[in-house]
Structure formats: C-alpha cells, structure tokens
C-alpha cells in the first residue's frame, strides 16, 4: 500500500505505543515520516531502525522548541498528535505541578503545534489528534483533569476544522477506549473493570488506532473534519 506516497508526516510522540503503530503504518501506506520523542532514546532509535522514519528528541511542553521541529519540516501533509499523559487519583490530593504538566502535553501542546504546521501545511492536509473516550465517559473516580484534558480536544477539533476548512485541511480527533500499551496493559490491575464497561471485552490494539489514523489521512477521507472518532470496544456504548 502506498496511497500515501509523495506525503510528508509528523507524529507528536512516536517512540511507544499508539505513536509507535501510527509511525510504521503511515511509513507502511508510503508517508516519509518523522517522529518525535520526550526521553525514551533506545525506543526512538528502535521505532526509527524498524521503520525507517526520523526521530528527533523535543519536549512538547517546550512550545518555542518544538515549534522549530514543525517549522524544520517544511509543508506538511500530515500531522498526528500522540504524545500525552495521563495522571489519575483523588483531584483533593493529587500534585498540583503534575496536573498543570499533563495539561500542558495534553491541551497546550496539541494547540500550539496544530497551529504552527497549520501555517505552511499544505492544501488538502490532515491533522488528527489521539484524544480518548473518557472525553465523553469517565465511569470511575479519580480522572477528573484527565477527562478534562481530553475533553478539551473535542472542542479544538471542532473549532479548528472551521478556521482550516477554507484550505482543505481536516482536522479530527481520535478518542481510543482502553489501549493495550505500556502504560494500560491489558493484563494489568485495572483488567477486570475497564473490561466490565466494554461490549468486546479486550483492550484496543495499538495497530487498530494506526488503521484509523490511515483511513483518515487518506484521500477517502477528505471530506471528515471537526469529528470525533470512538474506537473503544463498546466502552461508552
């Protein structure tokens, strides 16, 4: 498959997990890309060696750095969103400094990038963000700032799919259930419970984002923009 020959990618996060999958599928369907990464070197140089994308080390919370990685690229094609963090437990307890930090990947990061490729991304571009769906769900406590940070995707996709409309840019956001990834295995504590809510009791596979994310940066897709994308098992069914 090379639907996206001649197409230039970036992925926000691409070391581990879902960012990961997205790499290899958008270099699988064809896409010369390249992906950024906070601190796991060895998993970069993995993904990079596998794959044969660029990996370059940028903090996302840093917005004039990493704004020079999107202006580095050149025009864009191609923009995905991955990197993100996730912060859980009592909201009267939790460190204030460690949710202002999540909020900083999860919501100002994701704007100001967006933005930035925006400026030189060329005629009919995509941008797609991985939100999740405790944006529209959180069926337990102790996720208050992270349903807010993803819920604060749904309205900038919206949003921003009207402002880059006129340029044939779409602007989408993918809202995954439970991943089996690193960081929510699905052999993990939470198992038995996060399955309890779900109609197809497994964890999503990172490939099954990667595929979607392929579907929406393709030509088929040009006419999706400000929507939000559920892959969750029945999660929030």
Known sequence: MTHLSNKKALVLGGSRGIGAAVVARLQ?????????????????????????????????????????????????????????????????????????????????????????????????????????????RMPMAGGTAYALSKSAMQGFVRGLARDLGHKNITVNNIQPGPVDTEMNPEDGPMKDVMHSFMAIKRHVRAEEIAGMVAYLTGSEAGIITGAQHTIDGGFSA
């Open 28 to 136: 699988k369907d064809g896409a010369d890309t390249t992906f950024t990464y906070a601190s796991s070197d060895q998993a970069a140089t993995e993904v990079a060696a596998e794959t044969g994308a660029k990996a370059i080390k940028v903090d996302s919370t840093n917005r004039e750095a990493l704004a020079a990685v999107i202006r580095d690229q050149g025009a864009l094609d191609i923009l995905v969103i991955s990197a993100g963090v996730l912060v859980m437990g009592d909201a009267l307890e939790l460190n204030p400094d460690d949710i202002d930090h999540m909020l900083n990947v999860n919501v100002r990061s994701p704007y100001h990038a967006s933005i930035e490729a925006a400026k030189s991304m060329n005629e009919g571009g995509r941008i797609v963000i991985i939100g999740s769906v405790n944006a529209d």
